[in-house]
């Protein structure tokens, strides 16, 4: 048992605040409310996705889990039959709680801000938009812990964290407190990639304890499977798989279906090749086998599981391009194509979808990739690595990256996986994340600005203000990382006198 | 006398050529040469802003001064009869050895690369563009120590490093240091914006070690002759000061003569009113005195001075938005508007011009700046601080700044002003200016290769050539920071081994 102040020091003039649902009564959202001295500034609720490590009131103890706040949801639901996908109960018409949940969760409290007709994220424009495939709620019945968050175009552009990417065995304490740490810093979701030796009991202790939803990509528990030789892959051992996980709780699995075998030579002709570790895999097994990839020709049989559980399918590009001069080429695109054809599968079985992007872009290849991937895919949600805008600077990949994140995320991107600055070098440590994950949230305010969310600029109008008055403390507190903000302060001007000149 | 390396550690598997000119034999362009251990990979022609220091052949004593490159071509000029500023003679269609030194430098011996009718940079198309005043070349004859680099939009883009910020005295070893330090890590130009007692002597040291434009706001000095007392500001201390630094041999002053008093008022509504300190000064004194700024009427004066010491003068942008809030408004905008005015007039009398930008700009309002600076100030080159793309990131702003920054520098932004981490909160130390300077070196670079300069994409492909064979070490030689590269590599795999695997 211990507090949540174990994981990191709280935000600075901060306290956990609980909206309630109207629709659903016992709905109680949580966000972090910021106090500002000057009366004229409005109080803001800033989205949190820290969940109970947020609340100094909770104790948390990873031996038992965090609390399951949709359980009443989730067992009402199965009390009155089979339970379904939200995309399923979105087309039906209904509004589930997790809807009702992320309609307040996105508006900061923007009635406060802009009167009670001032947002038009209402629970049933949420319904709409996932009834329409354009946004996503991943959230697996079994991973009830899970606070529940939307990806879609019209909402807050969102950021994923990975973690676990050590084969290094490490202790159960260590792998949830990096997702801790990446959810204190504000990623909306958390990608488990571990490989080793004992990647079921990890992924077990990230989701008995994790606020946010989990996204891992299967084939790597598959290939541990087979020790480790692609060719002896089986869509028998990668079904187990997928059951394995969906049983676990995982929120959304990313699948490499659309590399087709006529891909793969398309992708000879590269300066780098096949650069994703799921689609070197893939692509590997289609040519030993001079087979179909076997995991588009199970397309159908992948859907059902995925609808029994309501996981989101994220459509993975293993032919995603490795270096700028490989970008918007033949293989990107065809592989883009089958993913589109893909979506409509899911989509008729109920199957939520995102698909996932490029990689590496120059700036004025970016918008293209945006625009094909809504014509091909139907508007489903984009999930897009960066894109790197150049390949010259290893060791700042987080800002070149950066770089192409915000603008792909005004451009329409609904959620930016982050890179550290450790891409292409090594092993991101708990620094790295905090830096990856802050330079994210950076970018996609940045997009959240440009593309108009309403409640967006509130956040920067009051700092800048804060920053006109010099009232430092105000500043520090509305920031991304008021701990830096104050340890680059105090480095010139210590003491509190001058925070408040 | 010391060597280069004291200051740095030499760029790897690097050496210095010179590439003699054509039209002026005695011309010799400083590059550095990359070796690369892949036999397909041609040699490249980094360009190389470090100047002697750079060449570890070259003894540096900085009692003394670096090598005075253009003496002789200067001292040439001088003897022909009053010599003109590099416009006057681009306009009577004469190539300068400077023009040609510039043509040389932004190839990158892409003759080599491209064959030799590759490259459209020849000295006549540099001659033409100084002409139409779409790029300047900015050297003082009294700086006959600096390379000659051109700024426009036709041209490579360049970034701008800042130093001399601290009130405090400091050695002039220290600040000849954070120059070479700047150059080193590849800043185009630097400015200096000492305040306090030593301005003039510390501005010698710097200008007699730069191999670099030197910038000042010459407003500072003046501010510092009558006491910090804005009230006490007169032209004839204005005028004396401007005639002390083309003296000393500074290539460009920023000099706020836009700020007209009718535009006073237009700040008053603002979110964060006026931040340049420039800026703050001017409006003071026109407020105090009910006056027009004397820097506007007096613009005949300032440009017969600039015209005879052949030093630009870079409009400052005293309106610039301190918010995203504020960006794009009226004050700015008519504040631009009479940048562009101002622009004809320094043109009629010979004087290259620069305009200065913002500053806080959200990215969907980028491209609408840099529009309208080409339409009203008539293509002269534009300058931007960043811009921050959003207010919330303090501690993080080179890259909310290297965001906007690559962005505009694809729309057309010539050069780029530098923000360091400790933007808004402190001094930035030695770590702050190398993170800042590689950090814009890598938007201009994404820049380069979103606006197809031919040259550009040749480093991104050799170093992801490096990087798909795991070529580690030809990866961190052809990488901006190959210091840091090499340090995260080694974190987590240190060794030779793993860095030829």
């Given amino acids: 048992m211990t507090e949540s102040s174990k994981f990191f020091k709280p935000f600075p003039q901060s306290h956990r605040i609980y909206v309630p649902g109207k629709l659903f009564p016992d709905i109680r959202v949580s966000m972090r409310e910021v106090e500002i001295s000057d009366p004229l500034t409005p109080k803001l609720g800033i989205y949190d996705t820290s969940g109970p490590y ?3 009131q909770k104790k948390i103890d990873v031996n038992q889990g965090i609390e399951k706040i949709r359980k009443p949801w989730i067992d009402a639901r199965k009390k009155n039959g089979e339970p379904l996908t939200q995309m399923q109960y979105a087309k039906k018409g209904i509004i589930t709680p997790e809807m009702e949940y992320v309609a307040i969760r996105e508006n900061q409290k923007m009635d406060v801000l802009l009167g009670e ?5 209402t629970p049933e424009f949420v319904r709409s938009e996932v009834a329409a495939g354009r946004a996503v709620i991943p959230c697996n019945p079994n991973h009830p812990e899970c606070e529940p968050m939307i990806i879609g175009r019209n909402f807050l552009t969102k950021i994923n964290s990975n973690i676990g990417n050590s084969a290094v065995a490490s202790s159960i304490e260590e792998e949830v407190e990096k997702m801790v740490w990446s959810v204190h810093w504000g990623a909306d979701t958390v990608m488990d990639l571990s490989t080793g030796k004992n990647i079921h009991e990890t992924r077990e202790w ?42 676990q709780g995982v929120d959304y699995f990313t699948i490499h279906a659309g590399l087709l075998l006529s891909y793969v030579p398309l992708a000879l002709k590269r300066t780098t090749g096949i650069v994703s570790r799921g689609g070197s895999i893939i692509a590997r097994w289609c040519m030993v086998h001079n087979q179909e990839n076997f995991l588009y020709t199970h397309f159908d049989e992948i859907c059902d599981i995925l609808a029994k559980y309501d996981v989101c399918v994220s459509l993975g590009d293993g032919l995603r391009p490795g270096s700028t001069a490989d970008a918007n080429d033949e293989a990107q695109f065809s592989e883009l194509d089958t993913l589109g054809e893909l979506t ?4 008729a079985k109920g199957v939520q979808v995102l ?14 990739n945006m625009e094909r991937q809504e014509q091909m895919c139907h508007n489903a949600p984009f999930y897009t690595l960066g894109p790197l805008t150049t390949d010259v600077a290893p060791g700042y990949d987080h800002i070149t990256s950066a770089i192409g994140a915000a603008m792909i995320g005004w451009f329409g991107t609904a959620m930016l996986c982050y890179v550290t600055p450790k891409e ?19 970018a996609a305010h940045a997009a959240d600005l440009a593309k108009g969310h309403p409640a967006a600029h509130f956040r920067d109008d009051a700092l800048s203000r804060a920053r006109f008055d010099f009232r ?9 990382d008021p701990d830096r903000a104050v340890d680059f302060h105090d480095e010139t001007l210590p003491g509190n006198g001058a925070k408040e000149s």
């Fill in 472 to 480: 430092w403390n105000d500043q520090f507190a509305l920031s991304l």
């Fill in 206 to 247: 990230i989701l008995r304890n994790s606020p946010v939803p989990i996204g891992t990509v299967p084939m790597y528990q598959a290939l541990e499977k087979v020790n480790g030789i692609a060719d002896h892959l089986t869509w028998e051992v990668f079904r187990d798989t997928l059951i394995e996980q969906a049983e």
């Fill in 117 to 121: 007709n001032g947002s038009s994220i």
């Fill in 355 to 368: 698909i996932e992007g490029p990689g590496h872009v120059p700036m004025h290849k970016i918008r293209e």
């Fill in 424 to 442: 292409h070098l090594g092993l991101p440590d708990r620094d790295d994340v905090r830096e990856g994950v802050v330079t994210y949230k950076l």
């Fill in 54 to 56: 947020g609340d100094p």
């Fill in 344 to 347: 409509k599968v899911a989509w």
